[in-house]
């Protein structure tokens, strides 16, 4: 890919949350837009995901974010609170009533409609682009390797990128390698136990991708 770009990648603990990410998730179950019925039954991965995402500071009051994959999570709402803007995209919009609830509070929050593959903004138009437990849903795999490129392009400053991999498995990594034109050695390496959920009798992992375009870091 063009331009320079510092790469992070790591496996997620999936058992023991640091006392900071501790706290992010606390503050977040008490978020009043948090949807009970949510965060109770859907997502299991994100209860680490999240607190991650949220510890991945400083954001700056200035910051125009995209959540890709937002659907009606509460991260969008929540980030608001620390930024500019918050944009979330996905391929269907939430309810209505969902986003009248979520503008009365945070006016600097936005829903689109929109494909990970073809994300419908110009180069660069977000200080901070996030895409939590999203790629993995995407198929074929060449969407994935577009939609990472998609986000790299639209970001100015990071991409931060959480997705699930059956451990074993590694063509969803392969995909994004394909699209970074980087190998992640990092995560070739399967996780040690802590980092290891079972879904069923799939063992699976949560690998997280950190990408600064700044040159100065």
Known sequence: MKGSMNLQAAWLDMRNLSPVQAA???????????????????????VVEYPVVLTERPFEITDDILDVGAGE????????????????????????????KIQRSFPNVRYDIGDITKLPYTDESFDRVFCVSTLEHVMPLA???????ELVRVAKKTVFITFDMHIGDWSILDAIEQGLGARIDM?????????????????????????DKREDI
């Open 187 to 211: 995560l070739r390496t399967p996780p040690t136990s802590t980092g290891i959920v079972q879904n069923d009798t799939i063992p699976i992992g949560v690998g997280c991708i950190i990408i």
């Open 143 to 149: 969407g994935v390797t577009k939609g990472l490129r």
């Open 24 to 46: 992010a998730l606390g503050s977040l179950w008490h978020f009043e837009h948090v949807n009970k019925l949510w965060h109770h039954t859907r997502h299991w991965t994100r």
């Open 73 to 100: 999570t509460p991260l969008v709402p929540y980030l608001a609170q620390y930024c500019h803007s918050a944009t979330g995209i996905d391929l269907m919009l939430p309810s209505e009533g969902f986003i009248k």
